[in-house]
């Protein structure tokens, strides 16, 4: 259920400057900061999927599906943070893909696209199952009309394109799987659910009778390794990329990462926040809340986190405004996950990103001096 507790960062200290609390509190409600049912509604969203996926299993334990694996919630809503209202908040869940018995899952650099992120391809190889322990008929070794008999289709006969993991078709299998099996799950009493259109994920809308609605993506990944880097059905940029194409993901490892500083961080830390309040500045400024979100990462591995306090919440706001001017100036704003020897030892990445040259989130700006120039004017406008 959706509770109305508090949210625990209203809480000031008694010792405050007057003339700063007067100022956090007027920038607090300017820019409706306080999102107290973010937690609540989370824990919601998680259950409601867990159950789903309790489901799943049941009904696909034996075909040959892809494994869906427990949710992760990733995104600035399960951060912490999240720049919209209340109402405009979207929960994203990633639901990472495991291969069913007798296929195995090889990931390929996608060397025909030019999106700006990495891409790559899911290819999927059938496996011999002729071990005495699995009654099972094997792709490599019972023939087509055998297992047509049996009315056994492998992963490459249903959400593949060609030897391919296709988007776009898991995303159908799952939406008519929401669909049918929503009368089974437990907030079914609570809830109307209403699957919303998406090609590359699952969006659902779920209404109470009260008329509060929760706005839910399930986006599908595949993991790198046993990294916390996931390749990702949801592309960030406004172009689709074709349906066979994952692109690179950071967002489990930034959810990791915020997790983190939670742990370490002072009681009613000002992190979240800082971000939140500079999401709102930033807003219809064409700055991208990715960069903002970098910043802010950056900033919690370079001032310790006991300067994170509440009282000092305007300082912060400041620190975090010049740091991205300054790195406007310069054209350059290094990418958190690329050559950062400031990680938490508890982030998995990828053996190449250690000693890999960080990525330049403003390289289209070094690359575009009229962009760079306008871009400069903007913020000094904010």
């Not at 908040?89 to 990472?96: L, N």
């Not at 990931?107 to 059938?126: A, K, W």
């Amino acid at each position: 259920e959706m509770d109305d507790s508090r949210d625990s960062e209203s809480e000031e200290s008694e010792e405050e400057n007057p003339v700063e609390m007067n100022m956090n509190w007027i920038f607090s409600r300017r820019f409706q900061l306080s999102v107290p049912k973010l937690a609540s509604r989370r824990r919601v969203v998680q259950e409601l999927l867990s159950d789903l996926l309790h489901v799943s299993h049941r009904l696909f334990s034996g075909s040959f599906f892809p494994v869906l694996e427990p949710v992760i919630g990733v995104g600035s809503a399960c951060e912490g943070w999240s720049p919209h209202k209340e109402e405009d908040v979207v929960y994203c869940m990633f639901v990472p893909l495991k291969p069913p018995p007798g296929h195995a899952f090889h990931l390929e650099p996608d060397t025909t696209g030019d999106m700006p992120q990495t891409s790559m391809r899911v290819r999927v190889e059938r496996m011999c199952t002729c071990t005495g322990k699995q009654n099972m008929l094997c792709f490599l070794h019972h023939s087509e009309a055998e297992l047509k008999r049996n009315r056994v289709a492998s992963l490459l006969h249903t959400l593949c394109t060609g030897p391919y993991l296709d988007v776009e078709k898991i995303a159908l299998w799952f939406q008519t799987f929401v669909i049918s099996a929503w009368s089974v799950v437990p907030q079914s009493h609570h809830y109307d659910v209403q699957v919303l259109p998406s090609s590359r994920s699952c969006k659902m809308k779920l209404t109470k009778a009260s008329g509060t609605s929760l706005l839910v993506e399930t986006i599908f990944s595949v993991q790198q390794g046993d990294s916390d880097i996931f390749l990702s059905s949801q592309p960030t940029e406004a172009r689709l990329p074709p349906s066979t194409v994952w692109l690179e993901s950071y967002a489990v490892a930034e959810a990791k990462f915020f997790r983190h500083v939670a742990r370490q961080a002072p009681p009613h830390s000002c992190h979240l926040k800082c971000l939140r309040l500079c999401a709102r500045l930033l807003e219809g400024s064409g700055f991208s809340l990715y960069a903002l979100k970098t910043t802010v990462m950056h900033l919690l591995t370079l001032i310790p986190l006991s300067e994170w306090q509440h009282g000092y919440l305007l300082l912060r706001v400041d620190d975090t405004m010049r740091y991205l001017r300054c790195c406007l100036e310069e054209k350059r704003l290094k990418h958190f996950f690329f050559g950062n020897e400031d990680m938490p030892e508890e982030i998995s990445l990828p053996p190449a990103f250690q000693g890999a040259q960080p990525l330049n989130l403003f390289q289209h700006l070094a690359q575009d001096p009229a962009a760079q120039t306008e871009a400069m004017q903007k913020f000094d406008e904010l």
